[in-house]
């Protein structure tokens, strides 16, 4: 069974960095494009960043490049996020999401999350002094 299990989230000052982590299993990992949404308080899921394994490929939202950074460990199925210099409005509830194809290229205009067909359960992130 196709399962997805984001950990890592935690309560952290500004200006800190924190790593969220999703294995996956039931999968063929390094063929998955991997997915990271966020959902703030009140606020709609949006897509952060994705991550097309097989061709080396990372996309980030416009507005969030720079402090986003997207990898993975094939040995491990885990795939990994960086949040560095994390501020208020980061806080919100992070997911990842995986799909079979190919979902995240240069063409990519939007991480959407109709895109993805598989989900974790999500990891809650507060920013806060």
């Known amino acids: 069974q196709a399962q997805l299990v984001e950990s890592g989230g935690a309560l952290v000052q500004p200006g800190e960095s924190l790593r969220l982590s999703c294995v996956a299993s039931?999968?063929?990992?390094?063929?998955?494009?991997i997915a990271w949404f966020r959902q703030a308080p009140g606020k709609e899921r949006e897509g952060v960043i994705c991550?097309?394994?097989?061709?080396?490929?990372?996309k980030a939202k416009d507005s969030l490049k720079g402090r986003f950074t997207a990898s993975r460990n094939s040995g491990a199925r885990t795939a990994s996020l960086l949040i560095s210099n994390l501020r208020p409005e980061d806080t919100g509830v992070y997911y990842c999401?995986?799909?079979?194809?190919?979902?995240?290229?240069?063409?990519?205009?939007?991480?959407?999350?109709?895109?993805?067909?598989?989900w974790g359960q999500g990891t809650p992130v507060t920013v806060a002094s």
């Open positions: 999401a995986a799909s079979p194809a190919q979902r995240c290229t240069y063409y990519t205009q939007e991480i959407s999350e109709n895109d993805y067909d598989y």
């Open positions: 039931g999968f063929s990992f390094d063929y998955l494009t």
């Open positions: 991550d097309m394994s097989r061709g080396r490929y990372t």
